[in-house]
């Protein structure tokens, strides 16, 4: 019989996508579901479409908040369940603290902020060993010291039936090819592409005869009207949907599946889309793509080479954010075309 486990998740979207592989390495293959999620509300929707997973847990403790009696609250519940074993992915200590509150016996996690006792199975990263984070998560499947093999690619499984529902109620079309963007990046300013370039290449994309479909959080509003209004008058409502808070994250993550291809910048959505096999140009300036690529045979990078990145600072600390500006709208373009043509001729 499979051990039961409980996987402290992450808090940002694209990180829990990316720890997919691990819980692909724990899974029971053959039983029933083994593996409980505590994760943020917002993470919820990304481990409801991962294969193994039993339960996903609302973890209502807010990002640094320490509030012990709730999280004393939280643990007297998960304790009812009986877990053999905690893998702790944040590296606060606070996320720790429900684990070992909740007896779990054996608790995994690494070496963070002053965690030793809250974990008792605590592994020493190596960052050149392992750069990606995709890797870090993996290698927590195994016993410590023991070499895990490369991770498979993150998969998500779209809900069918509720894409069914989006496309009926917001009345889109699927009968021209998708084209998704997704203008948008919680982290910060330094993470996104310019408006006017986002612009330039839908216009080329229109002119290609696709759709666009505009995607994000209502954090990426303003984003997706900046991008509008340098479209202008070709930015009628049949051929470019702003969808942009009218989803929740599942269902964008539904909609990710059905597009010809796919350009986001570094974000959440960015790792979805790759995770539902779109296919995929991924836009990077501030960030890294050695430490959190897209990891889908589809995906593309577009980035160009300065000497100020990665800074990973959420704004441009020199305030010409060349990174992104200098990423020209052609070169993204031609990315995108190559994608779309290749999806259209895969069997």
Not at 31 to 57: E, K, Q, S, T
Not at 66 to 94: C, T
Not at 304 to 315: A, G, L, N
Request: hydrophobic letters at 45%; charged letters at 20%; one cysteine or more.
């Amino acid at each position: 019989m499979a051990e039961r486990l409980l996987v402290v998740a992450p808090s940002w979207v694209g990180d829990a996508i990316l720890s997919e592989p691990l819980l692909a390495l724990l899974r029971e293959p053959f039983g029933d579901p083994n593996i409980d999620v505590l994760a943020p509300p917002w993470c919820g929707p990304v481990y409801a479409r991962m294969r193994g997973v039993a339960r996903v847990i609302d973890n209502p403790l807010p990002h640094g908040a320490l509030d012990l009696r709730r999280r004393r609250a939280v643990a007297a519940e998960l304790r009812k369940a009986g877990y053999q074993r905690a893998l702790v992915l944040p590296n606060s200590w606070k996320s720790a603290l429900i684990p070992w509150l909740a007896g779990i016996p054996h608790r995994t996690g690494y070496r963070g902020e002053f965690r030793y006792g809250l974990l008792n199975d605590v592994r020493k990263l190596d960052v050149r060993a392992m750069p990606r984070l995709v890797d870090r998560f993996a290698a927590l499947a195994g016993n410590r010291g023991v070499q895990v093999p490369t991770p498979p690619a993150p998969v998500l499984v779209p809900d069918v039936t509720n894409r069914t529902a989006a496309v009926e109620a917001l009345r889109l079309r699927t009968t021209a090819p998708v084209a998704v963007l997704c203008p948008g990046a919680e982290y910060g300013p330094a993470k996104r592409w310019p408006a006017e370039h986002f612009a330039a290449l839908a216009t080329r994309l229109l002119a290609d005869g696709f759709q666009v479909w505009i995607v994000g959080s209502p954090n990426d509003k303003d984003a997706a009207a900046g991008l509008l209004r340098h479209l202008g008058t070709i930015a009628d409502e049949r051929r470019v949907r702003d969808l942009t808070g009218r989803t929740d994250l599942g269902t964008a993550i539904d909609l990710l599946s059905l597009a010809r291809v796919v350009v986001s910048n570094d974000s959440g959505l960015m790792h979805a889309a790759a995770a539902v096999g779109a296919p995929l140009v991924a836009l990077f300036g501030s960030s890294s793509p050695i430490y959190t690529p897209p990891l889908a045979a589809s995906a593309r990078i577009a980035r160009i080479d300065i000497k100020c990145s990665p800074c990973f600072k959420r704004e441009c600390p020199l305030g010409h954010l060349r990174c992104l500006q200098d990423l020209a709208p052609a070169a993204v373009y031609d990315l995108a075309r190559t994608a779309a043509a290749e999806s259209a001729a895969a069997p």
